[in-house]
């Protein structure tokens, strides 16, 4: 048996912190989101609106799933109030 705790702690490139007006973000998330040119200090909705906009220009995997993932971050927080 494996007594390393270690293993089952994410690592926290993968925690997400506020990174302005209430958006919270993966470091992962935020390399995608700048590699595109996103203004990541915009609210959900406005990161959500410039995503979209590239999308339906360009077929980009990573920054789907991005995109979904911050979707349903703002459906869930949308849900809470």
Known sequence: MNNNFD?????SDSWHKER???VY???YQ???LKRNGININS???MILMEVNEILS???DEE???????????????SKKN
């Open 43 to 45: 609210s959900i909705n």
């Open 20 to 22: 302005g007006k209430g």
């Open 63 to 77: 920054l789907e799933q991005v995109a979904k993932e911050l979707d349903e971050m703002n459906y869930y927080n």
């Open 7 to 11: 293993d089952l702690v994410p690592k």
């Open 57 to 59: 220009d360009v077929e």
């Open 30 to 32: 935020v390399q995608v």
């Open 25 to 27: 973000l993966t470091d």
